[in-house]
């Protein structure tokens, strides 16, 4: 059960209000919208008024209890804003200025980003949890389903949205677009390679376009949802394979003449799926993992070739970073990727908490939802 307590709101009245709205975390099932003081700004901060985001799939795994974080945490990894407010010693920035930060906010001068992991940098223990990854916003600090949010070390993690590109097609750079093309690009996809993505939602198909854009040549997609069907083949697919109707390994090796895929992209999170996508693989494929995994994995003997058939399997979490959120800004820029068919239903933060319901359940074709303030 999702259940919803809506404060009035001082500034709504007329008067000034150093209070926010955000979707805080109470326990597993229930998700509210409360009132939160807005942040304080540290010498390194910047306050951003939010002015879209959206709910990712971890986000419900939060809901559900399955991944745990602090009660009282306000949700949300995917910000869209302007800035409000600059740290003291925040330079390059000005305020009124729109951005985007990632999912994922290095410091810059960690170990983890000294040894080019920055997506690693803040993994550890954390109110009492066990933080994977440098993975703050939504989990280990306030995260983006406010009306402000506070970034950490702003110069490292705030990417300048340029004026020709709209909220709405740079909505999915902070996480998805870059969790889904890291997946591609952890694959080591080359010219010529044949892949296969398992799962299509909003990951799978920035996975899809990912191994698109890295010279993917035969990209297999598999998928039930006829909605998700459709997306997956405008975004490049060639084939999609619905596990439904059948055996999804054996009809992709079929498919491949026995020869299996180059790459096989896991965007589910279900020992299924990782298991199907090991079963496709060429000997000395490599299975790109993006799924967040609730439970324990197995891998079967035979499908690794109990050891020997030089297979690979890579994980990744989304990598962060103002150069990364640049990168993919210029992808959209170029016009070589278009992820706002994504964005299926819209709602206000006010009523976020039916956007979770509607998410959640996976109700009438949803994909992603856009919150605006």
């Known amino acids: 059960m999702i259940s919803t307590l809506t404060k009035p709101n001082a500034a709504r009245r007329g008067r000034p209000s150093k209070k ?31 002015t879209l985001t959206t709910i990712c799939g971890t986000d419900v795994h939060i809901l559900k209890g399955e991944y745990p974080v602090a009660r009282g945490l306000t949700i949300g990894h995917e910000p869209v804003g302007v800035i409000e407010k600059l740290g003291s010693a925040v330079q390059g920035y000005r305020e009124g200025q729109r951005v985007i930060a990632g999912a994922i906010t290095p410091s810059g001068h960690s170990a983890a980003c000294l040894c080019g992991c920055y997506s690693q940098d803040g993994a550890g223990t954390v109110h009492g949890f066990k933080a994977l990854g440098g993975w703050r916003f939504g989990n280990t600090i306030d995260g983006a389903q406010a009306e402000y949010l506070l970034v950490p070390d702003a110069m490292t993690n705030l990417a300048p949205v340029p004026d020709k590109l709209t909220d709405e097609q740079v909505l999915m750079c902070p996480d998805i677009m870059s969790t889904g093309f890291s997946g591609a690009e952890r694959g080591k996809i080359r010219i010529g390679d044949s892949v296969a993505v398992f799962a299509q939602g909003p990951i799978g198909l920035c996975a899809t376009v990912g191994a698109k854009l890295m010279g993917a040549t035969r990209i297999i997609v598999v998928e039930s949802v006829p909605e998700r069907q459709a997306m997956a083949l405008k975004m490049g697919a060639a084939e999609v394979v619905d596990f439904t109707k059948v055996n999804p390994a054996e009809e992709i090796m079929r498919l491949t003449d026995g020869r299996g895929v180059d790459v096989a992209i896991e965007a589910l999170g279900k020992q299924a799926t990782f298991e199907g996508a ?13 799924g967040v995994y609730s439970g324990d994995l197995k891998i079967p003997l035979d499908a ?70």
């Open 278 to 290: 090991l079963r496709v693989l060429r000997p000395g494929g490599t299975l790109s993992s993006l």
């Open 304 to 373: 690794f070739g109990a050891g020997l058939a030089d297979k690979t399997i890579v994980t990744t979490l989304c990598p962060g970073g103002k150069e990364r959120m640049r990168r993919l800004m210029e992808v959209i820029a170029s016009s070589r990727a278009d992820l706002r068919p994504l964005v299926t239903h819209r709602f206000r933060l006010d009523d976020i908490v039916s956007a979770y319901e509607l998410f959640a359940n996976q109700r009438d074709g949803v994909m992603k939802v856009a919150i605006t303030p």
């Open 20 to 50: 926010m709205k955000a979707a805080v975390f109470v326990e597993p099932g229930r998700i509210e919208l409360e009132d939160k003081p807005i942040p304080d700004v540290g010498p390194l901060d910047a306050l951003i008024r939010i």
